[in-house]
């Protein structure tokens, strides 16, 4: 089946589907800056709870441990209460995260509460495209699901704005700021404003029509449909969906994966689950998390540490809008091709600045223009990265499995995508030590090269595919 004609657009309310897309994306915007809130507070929890390199590797990824239970959960939890369900419980779990990681008076405490968090991260992060994907038209699905990936930078470039402007009027992070409590905290509490939006803002809008015909409420699907693509069309999705489910019409569960002719995994989950841990092992959240923390340590003030930060996250926001107006004309494959070799060189480039580090009074120091081109690679990279595998490895997570398992698929994916993000993340302040900076940032570039050759011989192009025709 073809993409949509231009007869059948005309009849689908754009004005409608905007407006729930961007409700939707408002759980990628708390999934950044939840994630993006930790960076530039490692200074406060260290003298608040006496942390050596290891606890801070544990208290910044404490929030991954629960965010690859969430994702896990809700992809399965979809299925069971719906897309919208889950982003509302979502919702409500950054709330009370946001809250006691502020007040937590010991480790521990601040540990809960950023599992609590990482919950809602990993549920926001699997739920939000598999709803874009279902309530969109697959001529433009592409561009809208990637706005996920924007509100993600636009979230993590939120709470780096947030904690270097707390961090400025207090005079430092850990310097007190209103009521007498430090400025790291108030980075954690600002968090509860969008938190609470988020929530509200998810009342208004429908369920997935597709998560309507699985339970079979076709009613009202039919409904949804018809104020998405018009009364027409809305007879046709839902005999197209009801067709694409299973045989005897079971509901979604998780041994859906499980080929029912071969006994074996499906090939679509590990092709799934290769793009999530691949995703994470070129090292991007290192930028994200410990950015801050990595500029101090080659000679930059805090407050250039944190300008830094702003400045990878405006470029993050500017790159993702680049693969925006490309991933619908040029297609998902060529664009995960052109990242990873982009990110290959660019990390190569910022292991040979670092190997050239020497000891310097309160860390390294990079001779001549190392530094320079230590900070110009690694901000390509980041570039690199938001122009492809950042946003099209959640449009294709969220549209590249079939109707019957994509609940489970992404359960799955997801879940994989969070334990290779705690595996990078939390290793990465001992990395740091030994071996050193360089070797870590040539074993990201190498599995940036390795990436490449993934996505030739084992991902498919989804481009223009309805989801019904999804094959797995």
């Known amino acids: 089946m073809q993409a949509q004609g231009p007869g059948e657009v005309g009849r689908t309310n754009f004005a409608f589907i905007t407006t729930v897309v961007a409700v939707a994306t408002i759980g990628g915007f708390m999934f950044g800056y939840d994630s993006g809130a930790i960076n530039g507070t490692q200074k406060g929890l260290e003298a608040a709870f006496g942390l050596d390199r290891l606890g801070v590797g544990i208290n910044v990824g404490a929030i991954l441990v629960g965010s690859a239970v969430g994702a896990f959960g809700a992809g399965r939890l979809a299925d069971i209460i719906g897309r919208r369900g889950v982003m509302l419980v979502a919702a409500g779990l950054f709330l009370v995260s946001a809250l006691l990681a502020g007040a937590a008076d010991s480790s521990a405490a601040f540990i809960v509460g950023r599992i609590i968090g990482g919950l809602g991260v990993g549920a926001a992060s699997v739920t939000s495209p598999v709803y874009i994907s279902e309530v969109t038209p697959a001529n433009v699905r592409g561009r809208l699901s990637s706005i996920q990936q924007v509100m993600i930078i636009t979230g993590l470039t939120g709470a780096f704005v947030a904690n270097y402007a707390l961090a400025k009027f207090a005079g430092g992070s850990t310097a007190p700021l209103w009521m007498g409590y430090p400025a790291w905290r108030w980075m954690f509490w600002l968090q509860a404003a969008p938190a ?30 018809t104020r998405l693509f018009g009364a027409a069309e809305a007879d046709r999705k839902i005999a197209e969906i009801r067709d694409s489910l299973a045989a005897d019409h079971h509901r979604p569960k998780l041994s859906d994966l499980i080929d029912k002719t071969t006994g074996k995994v499906r090939p679509i989950l590990w092709a799934g689950i290769g793009l999530a841990v691949f995703q994470q092992f070129v090292g991007i959240n290192v930028v994200f998390y410990y950015g801050a923390t990595l500029w101090e340590a080659v000679g930059f003030t805090e407050d250039q540490a944190l300008l830094v930060n702003i400045l990878s996250g405006s470029l993050s926001i500017a790159a993702c809008l680049v693969a925006i107006a490309l991933v619908d004309w040029t297609g998902r494959k060529p664009l995960l091709l052109i990242g990873s070799a982009g990110m290959a060189v660019t990390l190569a480039t910022v292991a040979y600045a670092f190997s050239t580090a020497i000891p310097g009074e309160t860390g390294v120091i990079l001779p001549g223009n190392n530094g320079v081109i230590a900070l110009v690679a690694a901000n390509l990279y980041v570039v690199f990265f938001n122009v492809s595998w950042g946003p099209v490895m959640w449009v294709m997570l969220g549209e590249m499995f079939p109707n019957q398992i994509r609940g489970s698929g992404l359960a799955v994916a997801g879940f994989a995508q969070w334990i290779a993000n705690a595996a990078v993340s939390v290793s990465f302040p001992s990395l740091v030590v030994t071996p050193g900076l360089a070797p870590t940032y040539l074993a990201y570039a190498a599995f940036a090269v390795i990436s490449f050759f993934f996505v030739r011989a084992l991902v498919h192009e989804t481009r223009g595919v309805e989801l019904e025709d999804m094959k797995g």
């Not at 988020?198 to 998560?211: D, K, N, Q, T, V």
């Open 196 to 225: 609470a939006i988020y929530l509200l803002a998810l009342l208004a809008i429908p369920e997935s029509p597709r998560f309507l015909v699985i339970k079979g409420l076709e009613p009202q699907a039919r409904d949804v449909l």
